[in-house]
């Protein structure tokens, strides 16, 4: 019998723990799943047999390291900057880890005790990162092994929200981690355009995105997504003139969250008290009011927009223009815009989301210039099972098995993006319909 120990039972370890459950008799795997929330876990889990449930603190050493002490392989599915504490109990008890998140530099700094403990710490095995990686290694490997020459690498993901499912002036749901929504972007983005090193702070990141044609869905809008240029390495794209890495929305959610940069909302560093602060005045911090104009008005003025702009539409629908009191304590702009976005924009139980992700590769051989499209598009069941939890956890259930199975040789600090991980996890992919189609001109 082998043991699994999962690390957080949130929205995206549903289809991940429906895999370890389903698999479980037939491998002969005992799987424990840590929260804090019994009642989430037993939402995920059921009464099976092949589970045990653990209610930790993740932050409580002993009640962790003893369940990481008697595991075989741990998968952390925590925030990420959680993360830490599992990979150093890893290290402690010698035990391998499986995560979606980014390599960040904490982990970094423990890059050679893990090779030199002959373990595998494989970050970035969800989907963005994760599936990008391997469907686009496998394409670049099959690019350059018949010859061609690669000139420009773009790709493109993004959880939206199924057209059926899409119907607020948002074109937006949550169907992952509020907060890390709500923190998306805000480092800014790098990338190769051209030969040249573009960079966009995150003021600007939102304003005027470009857009993407997408097969049966039209045209989606982009922005790039973090440091694009730590991968060309990795992809061994070194030298190429283009390379960028973006997310997808749906171009309205763009305009608006453009909005909320701007009106400060989405800042993490200062704390205000909101226990007699109404939504409104939050929203309007930066604005000088006057008094003879309406809520739409100021806020319309400030922004140099129309009173009637759907961007307007979109604040209100937000509950932003009222004068309800937020009395959520002292909390930053972020934490306050997580709680209105997961209250007003959360999934109905039966809404379906759509994970959309798309490469474009420019190639060069025997004198003839090509380009690649490849996209694969999946959509959920319903709020629960959605198509985010599944291209999250199912990669991550697949690499338990292969490596339980000993299938897999590799040591160290990686990602998914060698041959011996992305074939076998995107072949299985297909059983669960997460496949690509491609098309060239």
Known sequence: MKNILLFGAGKSATSLIDYLVSNAPRQKWHITVADQDLALIKSKTGKSYYVTPAVIDIRDQASRQKLVEETDLVISLLPPALHIFV?????????????????????????KEIEQAGLLFMYEMGLDPGIDHMSAMKLIHSIEKKGGQISAFRSYCGGLISPESNDNPWQYKISWNARNVVLAGSSGAIFREKGKVKEIAYQQLFDQPKTIHIPSLGKLAYYPNRDSMGYMDAYNLEEIPTFMRATLRYPDFCEGWSTLVKLGLTDDAKKIQTDAMTYYDWASQKIEQDPKLSHEENIANYLGISAKSKVLRQLKFLG???????????????????HVVESKLGMEPADKDMIVMTHEIEFERRGMTTRLHSY?????EDSLRTAMAKTVGLPLGIMAKLILQDKVSLKGLKI???PDVYNPVLKELED?????EESFE
Not at 320 to 338: R, S
Not at 432 to 436: D, K, S
């Open 416 to 418: 998914p993006i060698m």
């Open 376 to 380: 694969m598009i999946t959509q959920g």
């Open 320 to 338: 932003l223009l009222n004068g309800e009191t937020i009395g959520l304590g002292e909390q930053t702009n972020a934490t306050i815009l997580q």
């Open 87 to 111: 990979a150093r109990d890893c290290l402690q008890f010698n035990k391998n880890l499986l995560t979606a998140s980014y390599i960040d530099p904490e982990i970094r700094q423990l890059e």
């Open 432 to 436: 669960y319909n997460i496949r690509f």
